[in-house]
């Protein structure tokens, strides 16, 4: 299996990126594509959302259970969870998209550290991607 990064994320996040990002927050959020890549852009400027895929390069030692926040110090599985620490380092987030330009994607706030490599991009598409009736497993 060989994946390779198609462009680079870029947050004010430089050591640890917070659970929830303030989604007011004033600060600049973007996805830069490579540009040998800038055509597989095209169409996207008429969706809302994005579903972004990427590489956790700065994840720390994998553990198969894990303390994420919004659970306050409980234990549960690694797939129970949105910890950073994955098996294989990929992470995914839903950003809404401010603007386009050229081969920079401007977006919502992430929680996603500082040049973080990208790996994927596809809309999102509420009709498909959106499940209201879905539990949630812990309350958030």
């Not at 594509?33 to 959302?49: N, Q, T």
């Not at 910890?83 to 992430?110: A, C, E, H, W």
């Not at 550290?113 to 958030?140: M, V």
């Amino acid at each position: 299996m060989n994946l390779s990064s198609i462009g680079s994320i870029h947050t004010p996040y430089k050591d640890t990126a917070p659970f929830r990002p303030d989604k007011d927050s004033m600060a600049e959020f973007s996805i830069v594509v490579d540009p040998r890549y800038r055509e597989a852009i095209s169409g996207l400027e008429s969706f809302s959302h994005i579903i972004v895929f990427f590489y956790f390069n700065q994840s720390k030692k994998t553990n198969l259970r894990v303390h994420p926040p919004h659970l306050n110090g409980e234990e549960t599985g690694l797939f129970a969870s949105r910890s950073p620490n994955r098996l294989n380092k990929i992470g995914m987030d839903i950003v809404k998209i401010i603007r386009i330009q050229d081969n920079v994607i401007y977006t919502s706030p992430m929680d996603i550290l500082n040049d973080t490599p990208l790996l994927d991009i596809k809309p999102y598409i509420p009709q498909i991607d959106s499940f209201p009736e879905a539990s949630s497993g812990h309350t958030f």
